[in-house]
C-alpha cells in the first residue's frame, strides 16, 4: 500500500514490523523425503521446537509449512514472554478448585520460564529482556479485579507483585487519564520474536532437523499395523511413525480433527513512525511491557530497536478492509496517547491465533497425532514449552508429561467452523469491557 494519506507514514508497509529485520528466509528446495521418524506440520514456534529436541535426541525429524519458514503468527505477535493463562487463577479456581488451577499455574510459570532458558542455553540473539509487565486498570472495578487476581497469585503461587495508583502509575506510563491504576509484576520479559525464531530455525536445522517450506499437508492417515502413517502433501506423500500438528490459528479444514476444535481469530498489530528518544522517555520511561485488563486486550511496548511504538488491539473484530482496520486501530492509539493525536503509521499487519473452547492451552494425542496448539495470545511462553514436551512424549520421556495433556478437547463444529461466532463473541465481550469500565 503507498503512502496514501497523512495517518500513513511515508516509510508505511502493511507487513510485520519484525519482518525489517528478518525477512522470510528463502531455503534452498530440497526432495522430500518418503519416510520420516517425526514429520511436523508447522514451522512456527512450536514446531521449531520439537524438531530441535526431537534432532537432538536421534531422530529424523522433518518439518514441513504450507508457506516460507515462520509465516504464521510466530512472527508476527507483540514479543510480549509472560506467564499467564487466558483464563484467569481466580477463575480457574472457581471453575476446577485451588489444587488444579495451581497445577496449570504452575506449569504456565515453567513455560514462561522456558522462553529464557531456551534462549540462553541456545545463546539466541533475540533482545531477549526481564523488562516486567504492568498491567492498566481503566476503571476502579478492573483495578480491585486485577488487585484481587495477583493477591490470589502471591498466596498460593508466591507471584511478586505491586499496586500502582493513578499517581505511581504516572512514574511507569503517562497514557490517557482513563487509566486509574495498575498492577506491575517485576520479572515477566519481552523479546524480538523474529530474531527468536530465525535462531529456532538455525538451531533446529544445525542440530539435523529438515524444514521444507511451501509444502502444504493435507490428509493425515491413521496408523497402520505397525504403527505408521501417510502423509498426504502438496509435494507428495511421506510416512511416519508419529506427527505433530503445530499449526495453531492457521489450522485449515483439511486437518479435520484439529479444526473443528478450534476457535480461530484475527488479531492486529502496528508500529508508529519513528519517535525521538525523549518523547519515549516521557511515556513509558522503563520500556516495560503494557497490558489493558480488558477481556478485548491492548499490548503495548517500546519496539527493541528504541525507535517506534508498538501496539496490538481489535482483535477478531471485523471490517471492510485492512485499511480500515489499520485507521481504527491507529484511533485506538490514540485514545491511549491522546499527546500523540498526530501520529503515523509505520506498519500495520495481522496474524491468526487460537483458542480452544475451555481457553486452556492443548497437547492432545490422537491416533499417532499430537497437535500442541490454542494457546491464545501466550504462543511464545506455550509454543516453545508445549513444542519440546511433544519432542519429549515421543520419545517416551517422563518430563514429557504435563497438565495441558491431560484434559479432553472437545470438538464443537457448530461453534467454531461458522465465522460468525467470533466476532458476535468479540462484540459481546466488548459490551462486558464498557460496562465494567463504565
Ligand atoms: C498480533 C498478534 C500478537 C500476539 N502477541 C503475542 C505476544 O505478545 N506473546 C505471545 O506469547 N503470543 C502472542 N501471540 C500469539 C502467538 O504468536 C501464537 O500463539 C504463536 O505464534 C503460535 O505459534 P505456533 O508455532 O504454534 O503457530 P504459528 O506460528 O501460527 O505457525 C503455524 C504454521 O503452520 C503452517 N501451516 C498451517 N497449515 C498448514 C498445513 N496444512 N501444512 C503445512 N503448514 C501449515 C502455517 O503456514 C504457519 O507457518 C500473538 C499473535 C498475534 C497474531
Known amino acids: 500500500m503507498s503512502a496514501a494519506s497523512d495517518v500513513f507514514a511515508p516509510d508505511y508497509r502493511q507487513a510485520p514490523y519484525w519482518w525489517d529485520a528478518v525477512p522470510r528466509p528463502q531455503l534452498e528446495v530440497k526432495p522430500l523425503p518418503q519416510r520420516a521418524d517425526v514429520v511436523i506440520v508447522g ?27 515462520g509465516y504464521g503468527a510466530s512472527t508476527r505477535n507483540m514479543g510480549f514472554v509472560g506467564s499467564a493463562l487466558k483464563r484467569s487463577f ?70 511478586r507483585f505491586e499496586v500502582l495508583d493513578r499517581d505511581a502509575l504516572l512514574n511507569e506510563f503517562n497514557g490517557s487519564e ?48 505397525d504403527g505408521w502413517l501417510d502423509i498426504e502433501t502438496s509435494r507428495g506423500r511421506i510416512r511416519a511413525r508419529d506427527v505433530v500438528v503445530a499449526t495453531n490459528g492457521y489450522t485449515g479444514s483439511d486437518l479435520n480433527w484439529l479444526r473443528p476444535r478450534l476457535i480461530p481469530f484475527h488479531a492486529f498489530a502496528m508500529a508508529t513512525e519513528e519517535l525521538s528518544e525523549n518523547q519515549l522517555d516521557t511515556l513509558m520511561p522503563n520500556r516495560r511491557t503494557y497490558l489493558d485488563s480488558n477481556f478485548n486486550t491492548t499490548a503495548i511496548q517500546v519496539a527493541p530497536d528504541g525507535r517506534r511504538i508498538l501496539m496490538s488491539g481489535l482483535t477478531g473484530t471485523e471490517e471492510n478492509t ?5 485507521r481504527k486501530l491507529r484511533k485506538q492509539f490514540v485514545d491511549v496517547f491522546p499527546q500523540l493525536g498526530d501520529i503515523q503509521l509505520g506498519r500495520f499487519w495481522t496474524g ?16 499417532g497425532v499430537y497437535y500442541a496448539t490454542g494457546y491464545s495470545f501466550i504462543g511464545m511462553p506455550m509454543g516453545t514449552y508445549l513444542g519440546q514436551k511433544a519432542a519429549w512424549q515421543i520419545m517416551g520421556l517422563e518430563k514429557g508429561r504435563t497438565i495441558f495433556s491431560d484434559r479432553g478437547f472437545p470438538n ?24 465494567v469500565n463504565r
Open 43 to 69: 514451522s512456527g514456534v512450536t514446531g521449531l521446537n520439537a524438531a530441535r529436541e526431537l534432532a537432538r535426541g536421534g531422530r529424523h525429524a522433518v518439518v514441513l509449512d504450507a508457506e516460507d519458514a
Open 90 to 159: 481466580g477463575a480457574l479456581i472457581k471453575r476446577r478448585g485451588l489444587e488444579q488451577a495451581k497445577a496449570y499455574y504452575v506449569e504456565a510459570r515453567e513455560a514462561f520460564e522456558s522462553v529464557g532458558q531456551t534462549v540462553e542455553a541456545e545463546k539466541i540473539d533475540c533482545h531477549y529482556r526481564a523488562c516486567g509487565r504492568i498491567f492498566l486498570a481503566r476503571s476502579r472495578r478492573q483495578f480491585d479485579d486485577i488487585v484481587n487476581e495477583y493477591a490470589l497469585k502471591r498466596d498460593h503461587l508466591g507471584q
Open 178 to 225: 482513563d487509566f486509574v491504576g495498575a498492577v506491575y509484576i517485576p520479572d515477566l520479559g519481552s523479546f524480538h520474536p523474529g530474531k527468536y525464531h530465525a535462531g529456532l530455525l538455525d538451531r533446529a536445522m544445525g542440530s539435523g532437523a529438515e524444514v521444507h517450506a511451501h509444502t502444504k499437508v493435507g490428509a493425515i492417515g491413521t496408523p497402520d499395523r
Open 322 to 326: 485492512l485499511e480500515d482496520k489499520a
Open 352 to 367: 491468526w491465533c487460537s483458542a480452544p473452547v475451555d481457553r486452556l492451552p492443548k497437547l492432545s494425542h490422537h491416533q
Open 412 to 435: 464443537l463444529a457448530f461453534l467454531t467452523n461458522n465465522t460468525w461466532f467470533v466476532p458476535l463473541a468479540m462484540n459481546i465481550y466488548d459490551l462486558h469491557d464498557r460496562w
